[in-house]
């Protein structure tokens, strides 16, 4: 059964931010040392501006060698976590240093999934009001009005907390696109385009690694009848209590789509043919006993079962051989289970139905 993932399906291009983090703190480092080159003597600032560089192409080159995607954002951040805090406390241009601060925040939010940009800010936070407590103790010199204090740690926990709700408002607007783009409004499961998409991927897995793969089509009997005397309202009730019937039935690993008005669509990895009649088998009787008395008309389901094998693994042909093991199910009576066999003899598949 799929689970929407959100780490999955929302994840960052983390390759992409890195190069990003690396342009603009290089970009903005270079700026900032042309700025003081032209308004304040370079002796203090040129060290860290050169152990920020450092540092941030050493995470770079450390990101190309070993592709750890954390550790290096993690030698990204603290490298210019140095420099802003630095500029912080002494001030910077026009004692406007507090400013780069607030770039960090915002820099954060951008590069980072909302919850490590979330956990950096509040450490870098808590550390530039810890500092400003020092500084009204009298331990520390800061170069700023105390007047001006409280409107800088406003400010930083203003930015903070717009950039998380955006990002947050972002990333819920594409949960739902994604949710209309895949899944079946109606039954909650994978739609026809996501359906497809992932047998095609497990398909290709499947030939990779040498490892088996069956699928179910699964049409529920009756159905026109169902709509035709019963209303489409009660139609969809039983799409709904179908669907929950399979999400219940089926392991997480496996994949559930709705293909057609009242057909279904079940891709078991890692599962042979007998594998595959053991699930279906279980479908076809829980729905059975389900919706035992539910109407007066008989709500049953027919099942074709088809697996991949040698030197086939082509979409359509695994779901032509299920749909035909399916339809064999129905003109058998209905309410039955149909598996998909060939002949193996050198030649071309022949078709064989049990």
Same mark, same amino acid.
Request: with cysteine.
């Given at each position: 059964?799929? &689970?929407?993932?959100?780490?999955?399906?929302?994840?960052?291009?983390?390759?992409?931010?890195?190069?990003?983090?690396?342009? &603009?703190?290089?970009?903005?480092?270079?700026?900032?040392?042309?700025?003081?080159?032209?308004?304040?003597?370079?002796?203090?600032?040129?060290?860290?501006?050169?152990?920020?560089?450092?540092?941030?192409?050493? %995470?770079?080159?450390?990101?190309?060698?070993?592709?750890?995607? &954390?550790? /290096?954002?993690?030698?990204?951040?603290?490298?210019?976590?140095?420099?802003?805090?630095?500029?912080?406390?002494? #001030?910077?241009? %026009?004692?406007?240093?507090?400013?780069?601060?607030?770039?960090?925040?915002?820099?954060?939010?951008?590069?980072?999934?909302?919850?490590?940009?979330?956990?950096?800010?509040?450490?870098?936070? =808590?550390?530039?009001?810890?500092?400003?407590?020092?500084?009204?103790?009298?331990?520390?010199?800061?170069?700023?009005?105390?007047?001006?204090?409280? /409107?800088?740690?406003?400010?930083?926990?203003? /930015? @903070?907390?717009?950039?998380?709700?955006?990002?947050?408002?972002?990333? $819920?607007?594409?949960?739902?696109?994604?949710?209309?783009?895949?899944?079946?409004?109606?039954?909650?499961?994978?739609?026809?385009?996501?359906?497809?998409? =992932?047998?095609?991927?497990?398909?290709?897995? @499947?030939?990779?690694?040498?490892?088996?793969?069956?699928?179910?089509?699964?049409?529920?009997?009756?159905?026109?009848?169902?709509?035709?005397?019963? #209303?489409?309202?009660?139609?969809?009730?039983?799409?709904?209590?179908?669907? &929950?019937?399979?999400?219940?039935?089926?392991?997480?690993?496996?994949?559930? %789509?709705?293909?057609? #008005?009242?057909?279904?669509?079940?891709?078991?990895?890692? /599962?042979?043919?007998?594998? @595959?009649?053991?699930?279906? $088998?279980?479908?076809?009787?829980?729905?059975?006993?389900?919706?035992?008395?539910?109407?007066?008309?008989?709500?049953?389901?027919?099942? #074709?079962?088809?697996?991949?094998?040698?030197?086939?693994?082509?979409?359509?042909?695994?779901?032509?051989?299920?749909?035909?093991?399916?339809?064999?199910?129905?003109?058998?009576?209905?309410?039955?289970?149909?598996?998909?066999?060939?002949?193996? =003899?050198?030649?071309?598949?022949?078709?064989?139905?049990?």
């Amino acid at each position: 059964m799929f &689970i929407l993932d959100d780490n999955k399906d929302f994840k960052f291009n983390i390759e992409k931010n890195i190069k990003s983090f690396l342009l &603009i703190s290089t970009i903005v480092i270079l700026i900032y040392t042309l700025l003081h080159y032209i308004y304040e003597d370079l002796n203090f600032y040129i060290p860290i501006f050169i152990l920020s560089l450092i540092g941030i192409i050493g %995470g770079y080159i450390y990101y190309k060698n070993t592709k750890n995607c &954390i550790k /290096t954002m993690i030698i990204f951040f603290i490298s210019i976590s140095v420099l802003t805090y630095l500029v912080f406390l002494i #001030g910077g241009l %026009g004692n406007l240093g507090f400013i780069w601060s607030i770039f960090l925040i915002e820099i954060a939010y951008f590069l980072l999934p909302i919850k490590y940009a979330n956990r950096f800010v509040f450490f870098y936070t =808590t550390l530039i009001v810890f500092s400003i407590l020092l500084y009204l103790k009298g331990i520390i010199n800061l170069p700023y009005e105390k007047s001006s204090l409280f /409107t800088i740690v406003i400010s930083i926990m203003i /930015t @903070a907390y717009v950039a998380n709700t955006i990002i947050k408002e972002i990333l $819920e607007n594409l949960q739902n696109l994604a949710k209309l783009a895949n899944f079946d409004t109606l039954t909650s499961v994978y739609n026809r385009r996501k359906i497809f998409q =992932t047998l095609n991927d497990e398909l290709y897995r @499947a030939k990779r690694y040498k490892r088996p793969l069956s699928i179910l089509m699964i049409d529920i009997d009756n159905f026109k009848k169902l709509n035709d005397n019963l #209303g489409h309202q009660f139609g969809d009730k039983v799409l709904q209590d179908f669907a &929950i019937l399979l999400k219940n039935i089926v392991r997480k690993t496996d994949v559930i %789509g709705r293909i057609g #008005g009242e057909e279904f669509l079940v891709i078991l990895p890692e /599962t042979t043919l007998e594998g @595959a009649k053991n699930v279906a $088998e279980k479908i076809r009787k829980s729905v059975e006993d389900y919706f035992k008395g539910y109407c007066t008309i008989n709500i049953t389901v027919s099942i #074709g079962i088809a697996q991949v094998r040698e030197p086939i693994y082509s979409i359509d042909s695994i779901l032509y051989e299920a749909d035909v093991a399916m339809y064999k199910a129905k003109n058998a009576g209905k309410n039955k289970v149909e598996i998909y066999k060939h002949e193996n =003899t050198g030649q071309s598949p022949q078709l064989k139905l049990s």
